[in-house]
Every structure is written in structure tokens, then in C-alpha cells.
């Protein structure tokens, strides 16, 4: 069959399936009940959308998210497919316009809101419109354990055998129960054909450390990779707010977001979060499913998630366009007490906690890993991989050591106090620090005490961490935390099992920069393309991927085709874009593309700021290497100067506040001249 490949190329502008998608596709199309389990960003969209161009009839897609399905429908429309929605958040004409086509045959793909199974007329509507494949995106939300749990998923079941249509169902969640939730429900318990497309996301960064002013390493984090779009995990609904407050004084667009806020305000940040290049969202784990966009460029965890698979989940956010994208993992001993402590506080049955102990070790495991962690995280899923060279490790294998001495006289500490105290006061033992505490409890006098001399409180509190991480020792829920020896432990306590340690690292003070998306070279052109991609999006106010993918815009820096046939190459660029774009980025690549004034500047256009604006521009120009010509060179952003023409200050107190001292030096006098002139 290649009628897919074909329209793999000409509508979708992609060469090659990514893997797995092919399996899938054939399978869709031959119209077999099909589940298949990609990794996010492995591509399930197309597994469904291709065969509905291949099929006779109208594919129904039923997803739980609606800012997402308007988005494939914008960007269906663009590469030439009639798709429409139904969704609470239509337009009247919108939905006029879906049953026109509907009418008239000429619909392809309709998206669908659970809610809306819930009424009535739909089965009669679906049945009308000569629906030939129900396709359900985040199938896991059939899963009533599952805290994504819809309960209208629970009609897809009932809606497929009255309508008599194959099925496929797409989820990125891969573990046994929620799979069998999803056969059981959705296909009636009759085993439809099952893929399980690999877990190795190769384009995404992965690194961990262990926290040491954990702010300060957020901060820096970001910093590096300024202007990129990014997600900040955070444990607690306060913290994503004044990690939030604290980039955006920091001069990053940031906002947070947690599930405390007003449903309108979260959707605010959704969608802002979605159109903006560039934004930083601080969010609790409650940020997850409502975000769909592939150009997520890095994903930093505050603080330790609670499990392996939220790890997963979390950091795959990020470069689903398959462009490189970078995680940092933050996790500290108070992290791993914390998680520790929701697992047996919470309600779960025991054989859960149990298993959700056990996933947190997986995770404990990758943070303390000795070699690739990649190595670490897929062999959990279950797959073998090869050292991959693109995470922290990789680049930097830890220096270890021989830790069983040490672990020995730690657990000897625990032991000779009852297994009744916390990291601290038995670090204080070890080295011999006699504290009141110490004293009163004539922990003085205990065989231990300063047997660890050898080590600085700093180390002990590695070997600790380590310990709780290689799950040596837990904190006991029952007893504020004091920490308790667990069997793993007796094996090393009594000499018949080593242990490797690493070494703290200091974290080094100059941070490892951000990994360029393209060469030094290419990218003043990759600037260019964004500049135009984002005039194009903003005049159609659509998200800036729906136009072109990150990805498509790199390889166009990078290969600069100079026709339309070289353009078509491109991967990305679908015959209908071809049409639509292709000579417009050409422009730019030919440099023949007058200059896109910055959406700071276009803001302004029109009003008294626009002239005042440019004067800046000018002055900042002339002024760019001092008076003299001879200094450091200094500039200020698009959006300070339009702030600055806006305010129009004719105060230097005024201007400095806006500037800042360094800038108000080199610029404030010439700047008050113009200002005072407007
Ligand atoms: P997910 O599996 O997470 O739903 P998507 O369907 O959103 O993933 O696809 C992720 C990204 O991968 C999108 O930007 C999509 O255009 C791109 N993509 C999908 N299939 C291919 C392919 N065969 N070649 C190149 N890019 C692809
Ligand atoms: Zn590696």
C-alpha cells in the first residue's frame, strides 16, 4: 500500500514515518481495532489523521482537549484537510460551518469532546454523517484510577458497538493495568491489535543534581536558555508563585500556574502558553494535560516528582518537534522524606504504597545512577539501550567511591540511637559535633560518636542522601521522620555487599550553556525564519508551529534551499504549504526580506510611541560602544525600549528605574534629550 506514504509527502510534507507510526498507520487503515502506545511526541496524531484521508467516510477523533483540537484542526486546514470540531468552545459559525461540510460529504476528520457523548442526538449525528472510525486520542482516560479519569470516556465503548466501526485508541501511558482498562472498556474486553512503540526520546537532554541553593540553580538554568519556552516544575502551589515572580523580575516572561487558581485564569495560561513563543510556565503537576505544543525547548524540575513515570511524563514534555530540548532535575534529602511521607500518608491500599515506594525507587535510582542515565531509565521500561551521549553523565561520568565503610558506620549510628533520629542529629554523631541534643541524650558517649571525622558534614549529608536514595534507610512516617533501616540495608551493614557512592560535586559556578539549536553561522538566518514565522501566526493568530515546526525552520537554516523544488524538500513542508509559505520564506532565505519590525515596535505603530521608538532605536544605534566608540558594547531590548517610549519619562530618576544603573549611564541623557522632545 502506498497511499499513505504518498499523502505522507504531499499533505503532511514529511519524508519519512518516525518509528512505529508506519505499523500503526496500516493497521488504522485496514480498519482492525487498534491500541497503540507511543511515547508523547511520537507522532499519534498522524497514526490516525493519514488513514482518515485514506479511508472512505468520516473519522471521528475524540479527544479530552479542546485547545488542542482546535489547534489540529487549524493546522489540518492549513495543509488542505477539511477536519472541523464540535466543542463547547465553537463559535456559532464554526459549527455551522462543520455540519455544512458534513453535508456536503466533503468532511474528513471531525473532532469531538467527550461531553458531547453525553447528548442525545449525537449517535444519530455520528450515524448520519457516515462516521467509518472512531479514533480516541489519551485513551487513558478511560482509566478510573488514573487521575486524567473522564467519565464520559466510559460511552466510547457503547458508542462504538452501536455504530459498528473499527476503533483506535492512543495513549503515551504504558503501565499493565491502565492497558487493560483501556481493552476492557473501550473494546468490549476483546484484544485489539497492540503496539508498543519504544520510550527512547534520543532528542531530549537528560540531567539531575542534587539541590545546593536550589533557586539560584533554577535562576541560572533558565538564564542560559533565555527567550526559549520552558516549564518549571514545583512540589507546592506557593512556590511555583514566587519562582514565577522571581523570573519575571529576572526580565523572563514567566507565569504560574497551579490547580488553586480560577479555572478562567488557568486556561488564561494555557493558551498563552500555546500562542507565545518563549514563555515560562511554574506550574504544579497540574500543568500536564491541557498542554499539547511540540515546541517546548526545556523542562526543569524544582523539585523531586513523586515516581518514575511522572519523570517521564514530565520531561516529555518538552521537544516533542524532535528538536533538541534540555531537562534539569533538582532532588535533595528533604525531597525524598517529603515523597516518602505522601506515600504512607496517603489512602492507597498497602500493596500500593508498596509499589508506589518501589516507583519512587526507580526514580531515587536514576538520580544517584553512576553511568548514562538514559541507560537507567529505559532499562525500567524495560528496554536495553547503549550509552547514549546526550545526558549529564554521559558527559561527565561521577567520580565515585568505595562508600560501604561509610554506609556501615551510618547504619551502626542509626541502630545505636533506636532508629529514632534524622539525618542531622546523626551526622552530628559521626563527626563528633557535641551538641546540647547530643549531650542530653549522652549520644556523647556512644561508640560511634566521631567515628566519621573522615567525612565533612557535607559529604555525610551526600552519604545520607544516597542512602535514602538507594532506599538503605526511610524515614518512618510514624516518627517524624527518623530514619529506619531497611533489609536492602543488612547485606552492607554486615560486610557482604559493597556499595559505590559519588562524590558531591560542587556544582561549578560557570554554568554549562544551553546546547545551540543550530550553528553560530546559521543562526542569525533561524532568527530570521522565527521573525517571519511569528508575523505569519500573528496575522492568522494561530500558534507559531502551525505555520512551520521549529524543527522544519532549523533544517531550512541549515540547508537554504534557494528554489521551491529545494524548499519542498524541506521536511515539513507539505504541498499546501509549499503553496502557501514557500516563497515567503524564501524571501527570507535569499535575504531578500525587508526587515519584520519586533512585536514590540508593531505594537506601538501608529500611536505618538512609534516615532519616539525609533528615535531610541537611533540613539541606542549611535550610542551602541559609548560615547567614544571604545567601550563594551550595550543595547536594550525591543520590549525595554517600547516600555521606555510608552512611559516616555522626562525625569533621569524615572528613566534609570526603567533602564536599570548600567544602561542609564551609557543611554539616559541622550534618551531624556528625545523624550523631552516628544
Ligand atoms: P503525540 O504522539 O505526542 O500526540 P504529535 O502527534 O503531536 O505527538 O506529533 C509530535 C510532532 O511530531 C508534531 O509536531 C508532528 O508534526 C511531528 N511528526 C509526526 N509525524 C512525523 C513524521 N513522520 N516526520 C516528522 N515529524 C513528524
Ligand atoms: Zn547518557
Known sequence: MDEPRALLASVFGFDEFRPGQEEVVAAVTAGRNTLAIMPTGGGKSLCYQLPALCRAGVTVVISPLIALMRDQVRALSEAGVVAGALTSGNTEAETEAVFAALDAGTLKLLYMAPERLASAGTERLLRRAGVSLIAVDEAHCVSQWGHDFRPDYLRIGALRAALGVPLAAFTATADEETRAEIVARLFAGEAPVTFLRGFDRPNIHLAFEPKNKPRDQIMAFAAARKGQ????????????????????????????????????ARRGVEERFQREDGLIVVATVAFGMGIDKPDIRWVAHADLPKSIEAYYQEIGRAGRDGAPAETLTLYGADDIRYRRTQIDEGLAPPERKSADHGRLNALLGLAEALACRRVALLGYFGEAAEPCGNCDLCARPPETYDGSVAVQKALSAILRTGESFGAGHLIDILVGNATDKVRARGHDQLPTFGVGQDLDKRAWQGVFRQMMGHDLVRPDPERHGALRMTEAARPILRGEADIQLRRNVITRAARPAAKALVSEEDAPLLAALKARRRALAEAQ????????????????????????????????????????????????????????????????????????????????????????????????????????????????GALTRLLGERRADRFGPAFLDVLREA
Open 229 to 264: 519556552s520552558g516549564i518549571v516544575y514545583c512540589g507546592t502551589r506557593a512556590k511555583t508563585e514566587s519562582l514565577a515572580a522571581a523570573l519575571a523580575s529576572a526580565g523572563h516572561p514567566a507565569c504560574h500556574y497551579h490547580a488553586g487558581m480560577e479555572p478562567e
Open 541 to 652: 493568530r494561530v500558534p507559531a508551529y502551525v505555520i512551520f515546526p521549529d524543527r522544519t525552520l532549523i533544517e531550512m537554516a541549515e540547508a537554504r534551499p534557494d528554489t521551491l523544488d529545494a524548499m519542498a524538500r524541506v521536511s515539513g513542508v507539505g504541498a499546501k504549504k509549499l503553496e502557501r509559505y514557500g516563497a515567503t520564506f524564501l524571501e527570507v532565505i535569499r535575504g531578500e526580506a525587508p526587515e519584520i519590525p519586533h512585536p514590540a515596535r508593531r505594537k506601538l505603530a501608529g500611536g505618538a510611541g512609534a516615532e519616539v521608538y525609533d528615535r531610541l532605536v537611533e540613539t541606542q544605534a549611535r550610542l551602541e560602544r559609548g560615547e567614544t566608540g571604545l567601550e563594551k558594547p550595550l543595547s536594550c531590548s525591543a520590549a525595554l525600549l517600547a516600555r521606555v517610549a510608552e512611559a516616555r519619562p522626562t525625569e533621569p
